[in-house]
């Protein structure tokens, strides 16, 4: 009974993801920020980076579909022209020039209509724009570090996982964390990616982020993230056992939010700086 259920439950959803096809991407199930049940389609977009990816996935999608239909198109008129009973004097037909160059040259035109659109994406992900904000970002066994750099800033504070007990109301299981990053709204948010013990790899769907943290390198990588709200992402570097519990949360708040939270977070937060200050005081001592 449930096999059957959740089996038509999976028929529902194929068609409903045919029909949507057919419609675009939008009307898939889709999910702000985290995922959804059921969901299909990618996270929502919530910045132009990821609505760019978006784009290019749905173009993709088209090419893929048109080039499946007419090899299935060649393969059904070959099974029913050419199978022995219809055509039983196979001809002995070995070169076509016209349709040598032809298939050889479509193919090509294909790729170049993908890779155009393809490193135009590169380029917007690659060439980071001057940044408002600059944040470090840290992947430990099993947890993120955020060190907000700068002037205005100088602190750091980890995000751990907020285990299933510890849920307040509204909070994802496995996606939580208790200290999230905070950004402020349409702003450049320049993320230095590192690690401080193995490879982890910084992943956020909804702001098209995913960017290998590995230890010794410093990548980089930017948003600038659209509308208020939490957007949660999780490692995506098989890291090890604890790999499905260092999830990444990043809250968006307006600009006054932001203010008042970056006063906070300096009392609250260890100083960089000021750390740096004692170390050296304890050692000269
Ligand atoms: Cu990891």
Redesign the pocket.
Known sequence: MRIESVGQRSALGLVAAGIALACGNAALAAGTGQPEPWQIAMQNPMSEVARDMHLFHTWLVWIITAITLLVLALLIAIAVKFNERANPVPTRTTHNTLLEVAWTIVPVLILVVIAIPSFRLLREQLIIPPADLVIKTT?NS?YWTYEYLGEQAGFRFDANMVQQNDLKPGQPRLLATDNDMVVPLNKVVKLQVTASDVL??FALPSFGLKIDAVPGRLNETWFKPEREGIYYGQ?S?L?GNG?PY?PIAIRVVSEQAYAAWLAEAKQKFASTSGRDAVKLAASTR
């Open positions: 992947g099993w982890h790899a490692c570097e890291c790999h260092m």
